[in-house]
């Protein structure tokens, strides 16, 4: 599935919960260790070099279109073979010095320039997806666990009603409904409506739990404001949490994104997509596979790299609590 | 327990309330103007005036709103005259792009829907599970990283890039499957299910990787628990531990979240259905999205939101039969 | 010691609400604290005993405004603490702490000894005398904690050192009145030992008064002045401790009491025999 | 049982050591125990937290945790347990020596009624059973622990119980199969003192009418000064002292056994500063 919620659910069921449970007896981790932990991780090194790679490339765009030689909205018909109805010409559709990946079959558009700046698309949106998610989720989850009573009944509606609702299909029916100005900006603020919900229902959860624990009492009987409460002694206790949290949501807002554009709601022609990519590389896979490959390729990386790192994450942060 | 329905059952209904107006007020507000679209390129005010009359659009948002409920249950008309389109309970609304009531539209396509969701639910569920019960036994091993690798590989992988993948592999290069369309089982159960089997795939990887993991953690952390030692002191056979005192309570939350992905199934149906060309409810609505054909997408999202609804519903009832502690309150 | 009492708390009610869920459920009334009066002069120690739900955690609770009452009132040093509010209730969270059952619970995981300890000074807007370090080291040398580990973090420490951190912490403000919440309960017996013969010798330092909820009558004896028994969220019974030991009026402390597991007397008596004679002959 | 001699002992544990693996080499948790039980007899084990008294039960049961290695001889009744293969061991747990835990709740699986956890043991050891006697056997389990209504309660789950009778509910377990040991691990720990009293009363009525061996794991001496006629005194692994209850309570002959008894609140002995081995103010006793 491309989208969301039911993986981060799963997470949140299967091992999310048990994130921020505090160990009685555990340090916490410490930085240092955690990162030579992490080093030693080939995997994990691994999939932080590729996210690495998409982001420089997102970042110096410009810079790499220029040495390739082709915007990614330049029409190269040079490259295209109009007898064959715009097929590349030559090998693995039209890969060569020129193209380093290839062309669009019809147009002729460079295709390193268009994921270049596809990755620019994605990597924005699904950053800045996850910006608003967490601070939403990590406020309104922060707000309900801690307050309680009718604040929490209200937040906790809000959220079950969201998360109740088929999300993708109702961001279909949003966005198709919506101008199609500002589509990026749109895309974030949908994505982070319905996104938010997944971190917050976790991080209520395990705010309720150390709101029983009895630091958050000592605090209180001390004089301690709500504020300082919540901000001083329960936040520093959940940043494990939302750490796993919103690593594991980044790829979900990336296959997302990719996925509304592949459905034609997402960003809108001709600015370049990954997922716009792959849709219109459908009526041409059984003779230009390349054009599919390209995208494809770079779009499930980037998703596998994110879905690794979480996971990879995680397991540090438990095994770092559950040390004694 | 009959408290208990008749609370989830009114607590359902207000849900649903609260879905229709929140998709409502959306495509009132947000959604260009239908009368506009229906008038087409040569168009006078007065002709869209009349339109708008004719399909009550000009009352007030409150009163149309009020139309389509009634709708809902009883049926409802559009136009007048000679013009009259009758729309039959429930009614979803009208396509005047297609002609058609949404509701026969969506009732159509249902049947291949249905098809290509239960099939991958059928198939994640088995496949899930059992994966994850092999990894839950060998954690640790290579079997198990080598299916956590493979549920992190499902779980990120786009289904229309797989179902691309596949089609490009099994159908164009090896030519092992046919290119999917809808065959009734009737017809020649042996294409069905070869037309059907990608589709299956493509829809059930995501959540049959989520299921091998949550499976695994389940079963790991249920076989921590003291009761299974309770069990293994009492001398039970290895076999009996696992079945009764580990099996059920792992499996217990995964049944229940099942019934909640079912239900939310519709929107991965309708990536893989336009993926396979499928002429399901997932392919209408991603057709109308490319025809602008509001009242269809309004409709197949008012569809989705009910199955959610009531697969909520049916979680909540299963968890108490199956759950003791809630199903019967303590003592005292 | 002077006549009146430093906390007057006067039939105290608490009832929680249990929700039958939905829009039709009904909810009840379960009442945890009925009708609660208790006194705790200055400098004694007034323990609070009764079983798991008898209401005497609760009772706690509500003396230290955690949570606030049904009805009754809680007098301390003339004023309604109830009807504090603003500055006065903010002053009477530095007069009265709180050290809590479980000493890993009851310390932030992520905060540092110092932190911890000084934490009560930075909420009640106090400057830390002589610096938040040296603060720190002299308070954690007062409860026999080492105090070069004061940039420790909590599960660093036995169950026993946490614990002292958290009578430290309560120290800090230099309170009237600690209310100890089953403070010694979750340590092992010669920890429990150490950790009450700390509480007392503080005691006898400061002055101050302690508040004791515990469900160990053994424990209670040691430490005790004065006795309420709790059963069911009322006071069965209120006395000095050897009357409520040696001659309980109630019959619910007599079978409280009567259940307490113990070690023969005259077990006891021979060691002591065997103890002086084994040390006679050492000194021989 | 009744061709073996009765000099013999019940329980005969030589050497038993218990270890795990750890990144610094293998941790031992239990060191080289050396203990015997008497038929019918009933033996404490006492010791402070980390003393390695909860894993020298689990050792006998064969139940130690993933990754821990055992060694050492433990001899119950004539036969070798080391010896045996893990079916065999499953013959012998729950028939011939049951266990009874510390946290009766999270014991018991809420999923099942009692009356089919109860049986569930008999279900298994016994051949030919049908459902209805393992119905009455389990009944008459409740009943000799003195659930009243046990034909009504049999079909209860375990969260319509209070503590109490969840504990009550662990020991008829325990009975259904008329076992030769009973080792019970802190079975009063997480009780009220009032209940305590009566699973002590009971417990100790059971070995009375059945003439099992009971082992009582706890931290309380005071409890085991109450059941036990033989005792060992734990610390970090070691047996520090074993001997007659009565002697090691009138005479104890290690200085941390007398810091224990110091150190245990009395209810009916002197008030005073409580005698602890380490200076009070010192860490050197906590501090590891």
Known sequence: MTFTPTELEAEGAAGGEAIGEPASSSPPASGRRLVRTFLRDRVAVACSAYILIVILMAVFAPLLVKLSGYGPLEFDQSAVDSNLGGLPLGWGGGIGADHWFGVEPGNGRDIFARIVYGARVSMTIALLATALTSVLGVVFGLVAGYF????????????????????LIFMIAVLSALPAENRQA?????????????????????????????????????????????????????????????????????????????????????????????ASSVPWYAVDPAYFLFPGAFLFLLVLSFTVLGDRIKKIAESGEARS | MIRFLVNRLLGMAVVLFLVCVFTYVIFFVLSPDPAVQICGKNCTPEAIDRIRANLGLDQPFWS???????????????????????????????????????TEMILQRLPVSATVAIGAAVLWLLAGVSAGLVSAVREGRFTDRFITGLTLTGMSIPNYVLGLSLQFLLVVTLGWLPFPHAVAFGDDPVQWFANFLMPWIVLSIGAAAVYTRLTRANVIETLQENYVRTARAKGLRPGLVWRRHALRPALTPIVTIFGMDFAGLLGGALITETVFGLNGVGKLAADSITKNDQPVIMGVTLLAAFLVVVGNMIVDLLYTTIDPRVRVGSAT | MSTEPLLRARNLVKE???????????????????????????????ALVGESGSGKSTTARLIARLIDTTSGSVEFAGREVHALTGKALHAYRGEVQVVFQDPYSSLNPKHTVERIVTAPLVYQKRPVPGGARAFTRELMERVGLDPDHSARFPAQFSGGQAQRIGIARALAVSPKLIIADEAVSALDVSVQAQVINLLRRLQDEEGFSYLFIAHDLAVVRQIATRVAVMNEGRIVETGDRDQVFGAPRDPYTRKLLAAVPRIRPEWDAARRRNEAARRKRQEA | MTSTSDERPLLRVRGLTVGFPTAAGTVDVVKSLDFDLARGGALGIVGESGSGKSMTSLAIMGLLPKGAKRTGSI??????????????????RGDRIAMVFQDPLSSLNPYYTVGTQISEAYLSHRTGVTRRQARKVAIEAMERVHIR????????????????????????MTLSMEPDLIIADEPTTALDVTVQAQILDLLAEIRRDTGAGL????????????VADHLIVMREGDLVEQGAAERIFCDPQEDYTRMLLDAVPRIDDEIGLLRTAAVETGTAEEDR
């Open chain 3, 16 to 46: 929680f609400t249990v929700h039958g869920g939905g829009l039709l459920g009904r909810s009840a009334k379960f009442r945890a604290v009925d009708d609660v009066s208790l006194d705790v002069r200055s400098g004694e120690t007034l």
């Open chain 2, 64 to 102: 149309q709103f009020w139309t389509f409920l009634t709708g809902l249950f009883a049926g409802r008309t559009y136009g007048t005259g000679a013009n009259l389109i009758d729309c039959a309970a429930p009614c979803l609304g009208y396509s005047f792009q297609s002609s058609q009531p949404v």
């Open chain 4, 215 to 226: 082992i009582l794991i706890t931290h309380d001496l005071a409890v085991v000064s109450e």
């Open chain 4, 75 to 92: 001899e119950f009744d004539g036969t070798e347990l080391s010896e045996l293969r893990e079916r065999e061991m499953q013959a012998v």
């Open chain 1, 148 to 167: 309680g009573g009718r604040i929490d009944m209200v937040v906790s509606r809000v959220m079950e009603f969201l998360m109740a609702f088929p999300a």
């Open chain 4, 149 to 172: 209504n046990a034909p009504r309660r049999v079909d209860h789950y375990p969260h319509q119980f209070s503590g109490g009778m969840r504990q009550r509910v662990m020991i008829a």
């Open chain 1, 186 to 278: 749109l895309l974030v603020v949908v994505i982070s409506f319905f996104g938010w919900p997944y971190l917050a229902r976790i991080v209520r959860g395990q705010t309720m739990s150390l709101k029983q624990r009895e630091f958050v009492e000592s605090a209180k009987a001390s004089g301690a404001s709500s504020a300082q409460i919540i901000f001083k002694e329960i936040l520093p206790n959940l940043s494990s949490t939302i750490i796993v949290m919103t690593t594991l949501a980044v790829p979900g807002y990336v296959g997302t994104e990719a996925g509304l554009s592949f459905l034609g709601v997402g960003v809108v022609p001709p600015t370049p997509s990954w997922g716009q990519m792959i």
